[in-house]
């Protein structure tokens, strides 16, 4: 949706109320006291009453935008602005754009945004052929303690200046031999996940939740991986020289060039404690790269059906 199109749908606080009630209802309404999906309008106080046992639900209520007294037409900005653009949108130029007084508000949306791509990307595994490898981000955390600045930092690997992630990208074999971009194989999708470490166990947990069992996964030949095998059906480790990294695991490491450029190009600076929003954002939006004017849609659809305590209490 382009940005005319989306004035003309949206005007006013009204437009963007009746569509997201539009969607409400599609959906359908759970109650939070019964469970039941029996449920009647109420025009006058605008909210839904459970057919069962009465109990009364906001339009806002069991969806990301609970708790938050924002306008409707904040939350349409912010979407269509993540939605519409290839790259991403810092929290304080959106509130530059809508004129808002204060900023954590509309950060705190922002980021809410961010964990329901999150949530509706963890709901799918990955299958095929996987690439896998590490990437390192760095973060800006300052640690106040004087106990902790004494301490001398590492550099490179493990450095306490950087977040480490697990990167995957699942691929398919071109057999086309289209030989896009110079790359054996197809890009389909991509996973970005933030890690307390490389151990053989975490990874093993890791590519169990996010990779189907009947899937062949590639990666270098570093000791934390060995023990892939236990979880996927075929694991091709390959002895890799730094100058053929691009070479064996091309669209892993493309994926992580990719979303350095655009995630520091915008924010400039994250913290170790929200960078998983915005590596969600990113592979949200590569993921769905193809679905041109429907995105806006199918992520207002995330934002009805995504419980926001639930978000929450996943992030802590």
């Known amino acids: 949706m382009n940005l005319i199109k989306f004035i003309e749908s949206f005007p006013d606080e009204s437009s963007c109320r009746t569509k997201f009630k539009e969607f409400r209802d599609e959906q359908g309404v759970i109650c939070r006291k019964c469970g039941s999906k029996d449920h009647y309008w109420l025009c006058t106080i605008e909210k839904y009453q459970c057919k069962k046992c009465k109990t009364r639900t906001s339009l806002r209520s ?16 912010a979407i269509h602005l993540l939605t519409g653009t290839k790259k991403t949108f810092s929290a304080l130029e959106l509130q530059r754009q809508i004129g808002h007084k204060y900023y954590e508000p509309i950060w705190y949306m922002m980021q809410k945004l961010r964990m329901t791509m999150g949530s509706r990307d963890s709901k799918y595994q990955l299958d095929k052929i996987v690439e896998l490898d590490e990437g ?67 990874v093993g947990e890791k590519v169990s939740e996010n990779i189907k069992y009947n899937t062949v996964v590639k990666t270098d030949n570093y000791s934390s991986y060995s023990k892939i095998k236990d979880h996927v059906w075929c694991h091709i480790p390959q002895n890799v020289s730094p100058k053929d990294t691009g070479k064996v695991l091309p669209w892993v490491h493309t994926m992580i060039s990719n979303a350095k450029r655009t995630l520091l190009g915008v924010h400039h600076m994250m913290s170790t404690k929200y960078i998983q929003n915005y590596l969600d954002e990113f592979c949200y939006k590569v993921n769905r790269r193809n679905f041109g004017e429907q995105l806006f849609d199918r992520f207002l659809i995330a934002c009805v059906t995504t419980n926001y305590q639930n978000v929450i209490n996943h992030n802590r």
């Open 136 to 202: 390192f981000f760095e973060n800006v955390d300052t640690e106040k303690d004087d106990d902790a600045k004494s301490t001398p930092k590492k550099r490179g690997r493990g450095s306490q200046k950087q977040s480490t992630v697990m990167v995957m990208a699942s691929t398919v074999h071109d057999f086309e031999k289209t030989r896009k971009f110079n790359k054996p194989t197809k890009f389909r999708f991509v996973r970005m996940l933030v890690v307390d470490n490389l151990k053989g166990q975490t």
């Open 62 to 77: 069991g969806t990301i935008m609970q708790a938050s007294n924002l306008p409707f037409r904040h939350w349409f900005i």
